[in-house]
């Protein structure tokens, strides 16, 4: 394809409609007929990056694989089109004007008056566009965060419709709104969309497609009156239903031809109707199990329902191509103590110890790894849910009375978890951490490489605080293997305990790499051994 052809998705009425599950559907879509497609989120807040935003602000910090710290939504796109997301991907508001007053301060502006229009906006197109040119995608699909009319995603919303001037049929707008039932009244309400794509005309932008998001089939005669309010074509008016799962969402736009409507709107050739075999087999798996697996998630933000975003779904793919349903129960490790570990994991078939940082709800973490490795119950630890089972296992089987982490305690005794020593000088809190995709290789024989299958592999960390190989011998010496580990720095990656059934605990975040397609090999081996625990 000559051009890359540019889709931006906006939002309307209320947030968290779930434009980034549309805008990854959408892709899926055109990926399915062949086309290479790539998502970016342009997020309007000033945060250069979510690295430093607590999960209370922003839900899961998700990480790419060169090391950018990235807004959720990443995580839907990767899932969905299994294609690896980069810095590039995720933009903020102050990203784009970190970069334009950089550029300032260098003269690149000539001295001229630094304003919105055209340098703001100028420096947003050129992120638009360079991800397309530099990639050579066929489409770029562009999620703008936030719902229009606010204040923060005026530029955003000002670029787009320039670029949709500029470029012409390479360019289009899928709008997002949503269509409230009222009770009392009986009836769906079509008004807000109404006002929301009005307010998108006035600043200059009108929508060529609208999903709308609702609880409920709607029947023709509201959509038609939607398309006839709002200028739309009646086939480019789509239904975003509410549905068991959202990995069923891309079959019901297909089953209203949305993908079909945006290439007929670009002048592309239709042709036929992709079968998505893949992925109806994964659905038909999920629609199949009758079994369930009983997981549960131990950390400090589980009231939160997008602080372990990545990792709940990840699970949910685990099990589904383990032929099981998931019931995942969240465990807020602050209120887990001695006293109540029996009532709260005591039915579970296996138990995750969530990342995070900081010390609020670790002793929990503690008390809910010992239960498990006392127990022989399968457990997964994650970054600080690995390193908490190396304190654990120190304390109460080495005997190193008082081991801990030095992020949690500067003074301990044995640091058996310690800051990196590049680290060590650095103040700025974005900066000092491990990021990204890393090598690591994996010992013959062990859990860890019966999953994966293969001796090296590449997974992201995101993290601090690393195992101190000065008490490896120690460790090993007393059942806790060293099995994995970088090759060029030697920092260790895995730790397991191969007289237990499955206890394996890794400093790298596995839960980024797990798509619909290709589920992470630790998750799907973490979930069958909580299955045979199950049987047992």
Not at 251 to 261: F, G, H, S
Not at 411 to 430: A, C
């Amino acid at each position: 394809m000559a051009d890359t052809k540019y889709i931006f998705v906006t939002g309307g009425v209320v947030s968290s409609l779930g434009k980034g599950i549309i805008a990854a559907s959408l892709g899926k879509l055109l990926q399915a007929r062949g086309y290479s497609v790539t998502i970016q989120k342009f997020d309007p807040y000033i945060n250069v990056d979510p690295g430093t935003l607590n999960p209370y602000e922003h839900g899961e910090c998700y990480v790419t694989v060169d090391g950018h710290e990235a807004d959720l939504d990443l995580g839907h796109y990767e899932r969905f089109l299994n294609v690896p997301t980069t810095r590039a991907n995720n933009v903020t508001t102050g990203r784009i004007y970190q970069s334009v007053i950089e550029k300032e301060r260098k003269g690149d502006y000539l001295g001229k008056t630094v304003q919105v229009v055209p340098h703001i906006t100028d420096e947003i197109k050129r992120n638009v566009k360079l991800l397309g040119s530099k990639n050579k995608f066929d489409f770029v699909i562009t999620e703008i965060g936030g719902t229009v009319g606010d204040i923060e995603s005026l530029p955003f919303i000002e670029s787009m419709r320039q670029l949709k001037w500029e470029l012409g049929k390479n360019c289009i707008c899928v709008h997002l709104t949503y269509v409230p039932y009222i009770a009392a009244a009986k009836e769906y309400k079509t008004k807000p969309t109404q006002h929301s794509v009005k307010q998108l005309q006035e600043l200059g932008i009108q929508p060529d497609i609208l999903v709308l998001r609702t609880e409920r089939r709607l029947s023709r005669d509201l959509l038609r009156k939607v398309a006839l309010f709002c200028n739309v074509a009646e086939e480019a008016v789509v239904q975003s239903i509410d549905v068991p799962t959202i990995y069923e969402v891309p079959l019901v736009l297909q089953e209203q031809k949305m993908d079909e409507t945006v290439l007929k709107k670009m002048g592309l050739e239709v042709g036929p109707t992709p079968e998505m075999k893949a992925w109806k087999e994964f659905l038909h798996r999920k629609a199949q199990a009758t079994e369930t697996v009983k997981i549960g998630i131990v950390g400090k933000y589980v009231e939160l329902q997008d602080a372990y975003k990545s990792i709940d779904e990840s699970l949910l793919q685990a099990a589904i191509y383990n032929d099981r349903t998931l019931e995942l129960r969240m465990i807020h490790s602050e209120k887990l103590t001695e006293a109540n570990v029996i009532e709260q994991l005591g039915d579970l078939d296996g138990i995750v110890i969530a990342p995070g940082f900081g010390q609020r709800g670790i002793e929990g973490k503690f008390t809910a790894i010992k239960y498990a490795r006392e127990n022989n119950k399968p457990c997964l630890g994650i970054c600080l849910g690995m390193q908490c089972m190396v304190i654990e296992f120190a304390r109460n089987v080495l005997g190193l009375e008082g081991a801990n982490s030095t992020e949690m305690e500067t003074n301990t005794p044995y640091k058996v978890i310690d800051l990196m020593e590049e680290q060590k000088n650095v103040t700025n809190m974005g900066g000092s951490m491990r990021l990204g995709a890393y090598d690591c290789v994996l010992k013959k024989g062990s859990k860890a490489y019966k999953a994966y299958k293969k001796e090296n592999i590449q997974e992201r960390h995101r993290h601090r605080f690393e195992f101190n190989s000065q008490y490896r011998d120690q460790f090993e010496a007393g059942g806790m293997l060293c099995t994995g580990e970088n090759p060029e720095t030697n920092l260790v990656e895995v730790v397991e305990m191969p007289a237990l059934n499955w206890f394996v605990g890794v400093q790298f975040h596995p839960e980024y790499s797990s798509t619909v397609v290709s589920p992470n090999p630790l998750f799907v081996s973490f979930v069958k051994a909580a299955i045979d625990n199950k049987t047992n």
